[in-house]
């Protein structure tokens, strides 16, 4: 595959668009329906094997990254990755395909109706060229029941439910413009991006869905797209991340989104041995199983060899942190290892709830909703805010575990 590498910094990278970092190109996919077969898996282990750093990256939108890929090897991975349906066949159209479903969708009643809704909403993405001018950053997310789960939520939430699919604009989360079929949802959505690209144009300071519903109102949003009203009433449910025993599935969860090369061997192994066709991705980052009790207790071995997560309360998944310098081109500070400094000197008893932030610079790339917690980087030191009026400026790396542990004692 002969697609040129635009190898933008900054860019929110895919596939066929990589960005340039510290440590080479971050190869971004995004798996289909936000599920991956054990083949997928196992081709995105030796791609990051033999073109990577060898180990995999769950993003908090449900994507898998490689990285370290160098620009000679690009389009040879390309071309390991089209052979197992991982990317898309024009960088326009990946640059939109933003849509995260939740597994809970895959394991409800709702399943069908899911799938035929991201079908549509796919290709409605791909077909209509104007839609080739949303944000990178802009998403679709799509949840299952009747209330909205602002952790897994996106600049447009679907929820999909029995009688209805209603669509959630960000930052108007207790109202719904609501559709009695999936050909009528998918005409919605395109009728809300339009209005969310018209209104960008009028006001460029508008850079998410957020921003248009805070600066007009979900009234003047919901007009300009021509829907009369939007519902009131839906209620927000923060659920525990998908990890552990849940009924229908086992979830393992891994810190930072980091699958290591022999973690990812072990867990492909077990799937071909026990014929666990699949693994269902979470913006918590974690993998999702549909299995029964005989492969849950295997799963749950597993995940102790491999240090995985299986407690929803688990710190490791409330610590966020980007990797910062060096393997970051924009970050100043050492994230990644500040932020496993912090998650050591913290404990369940120190900081029971809550998320913590650990960012190499304002970009906020690691966690995207706010935190309890939030320390920048940006010339060598953090600005750390929390519970206080006033934020720690000039915070060096190796202070910062024990301010945000002292914060974390106040929270
Ligand atoms: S937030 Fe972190 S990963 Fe994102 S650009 Fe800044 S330093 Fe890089």
């Known amino acids: ?28 996919v995004r798996p289909r329906f936000s599920r991956l077969s054990l083949v997928q898996l196992e081709t995105l282990g030796l791609a990051a094997q033999r073109f ?24 040879t991975l390309l071309d390991v990755l089209a052979v197992a349906n991982l990317i898309d066949s024009d960088p326009r159209i990946e640059a939109v395909r933003n849509i995260m479903v939740s597994p809970a969708v895959g394991l409800s009643a ?43 939520a996106s600049d447009v939430t679907f929820l999909v439910s029995q009688d209805q699919i209603a669509m959630v604009l960000e930052g108007a989360s207790c109202r719904a413009i609501l559709f009695g079929n999936t050909r009528d949802a998918t005409d919605g959505f395109v009728a809300v991006a339009g209005a969310f690209l ?4 009028a006001q460029p300071a508008i850079r998410r869905m957020r921003d248009a519903v805070a600066t007009l109102g979900m009234d003047a949003v919901s007009k300009e797209a021509g829907f009369s009203q939007a519902a ?23 810190a930072f989104g980091e699958v290591a090369q022999a973690a990812l061997g072990e867990l492909t192994g077990l799937m071909r041995q026990d014929c666990i066709a699949e693994a269902a991705l979470s913006p918590h980052r974690a993998l999702v199983f549909a299995v029964h009790d005989r492969e849950k207790a295997a799963l749950q071995e597993l995940s102790v060899r491999i240090g995985g997560i299986t407690d929803p309360n688990d710190i490791r998944l409330r610590v966020h942190g980007c990797p910062g310098s060096p ?39 690691a966690y995207p909703h706010s935190a309890d917690i939030t320390a920048i980087g940006g010339n060598g030191r953090y600005t750390v805010t929390g519970p206080g009026p006033e934020p720690r400026i ?13 914060l974390a004692g106040a929270a």
């Open 198 to 201: 018209r209104l960008r144009r």
């Open 394 to 406: 000039g915070v060096s790396g190796a202070e910062l575990a024990a301010v945000i542990a002292e």
């Open 327 to 365: 393997a970051c081109l924009r970050g100043t500070v050492e994230a990644r290892r500040d932020a496993e400094a912090v998650m050591h000197a913290l404990s369940p008893a120190t900081f029971p709830k809550g998320t913590i932030h650990i960012s190499g610079c304002e970009k906020l790339c």
């Open 110 to 152: 709702h399943a069908e109706l899911a799938a035929g809704l991201v079908a549509k909403l796919e290709d409605a993405l791909a077909r209509d060229e104007a839609l080739y001018q949303l944000p990178g950053k802009f998403g679709t997310a799509v949840q299952e029941g009747d209330e909205i789960d602002p952790a897994s």
């Open 232 to 254: 009131h009433g839906i209620r927000a449910a923060n659920r525990p991340a998908p990890v552990g025993d849940l009924g229908g599935a086992y979830g393992i969860g891994f």
């Open 52 to 75: 990577g750093d060898g180990n995999l990256y769950l993003s908090n939108r449900a994507n898998v990254q490689i990285r370290g890929v160098s620009a000679e090897e690009h389009a």
């Open 1 to 28: 595959m002969s697609i040129r590498s635009d190898l933008i910094v900054g860019w929110c990278p895919g596939a066929l668009r990589p960005m340039k970092s510290g440590d080479g190109l971050i190869v971004r």
